[in-house]
């Protein structure tokens, strides 16, 4: 029997997790090419000869990034992620299908977020510092209580219920803030964006980073805060202005923020920089503070995630080319 010739897939910002659950599912059917390289204007050429590309979180697909890949005879950018704000959809319009992961572990997420909240609040981070240097004291690692306090969380979809649920879990009362409220009941009371900024001990970012969401969290917003508010945000960096939070650390509106994305992550994030001077000041003053705790886009990270991105991705992949409608296709007005 005649061998269909495999379709040629390349694959970008390749980390060796993303080979590990990837490779097995793509060997039939796929001739794959891992570039450690982020896909952007520059590294699109590498696309020639591809039939479709697969990108994450951090890479720069923009107008001229599409244009380049249309003309290499990409047709179909499968990116292994729930986000898409780094894709220009109108350029791709009509040129090359973008299809998504709308889901892989809303629990990861969530799970990761509450992560964040204990760590901060307990000073765990600086707690294992100290017993790893037989520094026994606890002074300096008082929390508050979790249990009765108000958790306010903005965008009440799938990883925002899965907050609102463990949230519930510890005894707090939720608020949640969504631009289309659920019609359901979420276990939580919603409210006005200035009453949850009032009222909230925690406040929590789960809504995706649109142009109406960008700096949703800025100066004016910080100064309708309840004082001593811990700040999470596991969604976009650019939901929340840097400069703004690093003043509301200083005068102690925020008690402590507990970051797992950055406004210029694509720059940093999933790279050993170790060895290397790197020129963010607002960066820099952000991680130099004991009170926030920052992780590099990690949230997503476990392996019923990984094996769920994997899978739904190569689903999108063969659907397109089977000619079966792409059930995770996003395209330029949809909202997501
Ligand atoms: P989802 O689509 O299920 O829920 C998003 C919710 O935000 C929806 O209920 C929507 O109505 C609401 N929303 C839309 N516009 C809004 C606005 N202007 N104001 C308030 N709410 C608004 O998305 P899901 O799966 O819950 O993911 C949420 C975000 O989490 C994603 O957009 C993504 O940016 C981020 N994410 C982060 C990961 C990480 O590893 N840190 C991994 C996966 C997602």
Not at 278 to 283: A, C, G, I
Request: charged share 25%; with cysteine.
């Amino acid at each position: 029997m005649e061998l269909k010739e495999k379709r040629k897939l390349a694959f970008f910002d390749t980390k060796p997790y993303d080979r590990t659950w990837f490779e097995p599912l793509c060997a039939e059917k796929y001739e794959v090419t891992f570039f450690e390289e982020k896909l952007n204007t520059h590294t699109a050429r590498f696309t020639e000869g591809f039939d479709a590309v697969c990108a994450f979180v951090n890479d720069d697909v923009n107008a001229a990034a599409v244009g380049r890949m249309a003309g290499n005879g990409v047709r179909i950018l499968a990116m292994r992620c729930a986000g898409y704000s780094n894709v220009d959809l109108k350029a791709a319009e009509g040129r090359i299908t973008v299809a998504r992961v709308p889901a892989y572990s809303p629990h990861a997420v969530a799970e990761h977020t509450m992560g964040l909240l204990l760590t901060l609040n307990r000073r765990l981070h600086r707690a294992y510092i100290r017993t790893r240097d037989f520094n026994f004291s606890i002074n300096g690692l008082t929390g508050i209580d979790l249990y009765g306090k108000t958790v306010g969380v903005i965008g009440t979809g799938k990883i925002g219920r899965a907050f609102i649920d463990i949230c519930r879990g510890f005894g707090m009362r939720v608020l949640a803030y969504d631009k289309y409220p659920s019609g359901e009941d979420i276990g939580a009371e919603y409210v006005s964006l200035d009453r949850l900024f009032s009222e909230s001990d925690v406040i929590s970012l789960h809504c995706p980073l649109t142009g109406e969401t960008r700096h949703l969290l800025d100066a004016d917003a910080f100064s309708k805060m309840k004082r001593g508010v811990y700040l999470l945000n596991t969604s976009r960096g650019a939901l929340v202005d840097s400069a703004a939070l690093l003043d509301a650390l200083n005068s102690g509106v925020v008690r402590g923020a507990g970051l797992d994305v950055y406004e210029e992550e694509g720059d940093f994030f999933y790279e050993d920089l170790s060895d290397t001077n790197v020129r963010d000041d607002t960066l820099a003053l952000l991680i130099s503070r004991p009170n926030v705790f920052l992780t590099a886009h990690q949230a997503f990270l476990t392996e019923e995630a990984l094996r769920n991105i994997a899978e739904e991705t190569v689903r999108n992949l063969d659907d397109f080319f089977a000619g079966r409608p792409v059930a995770n296709e996003v395209k330029a007005k949809g909202r997501g």
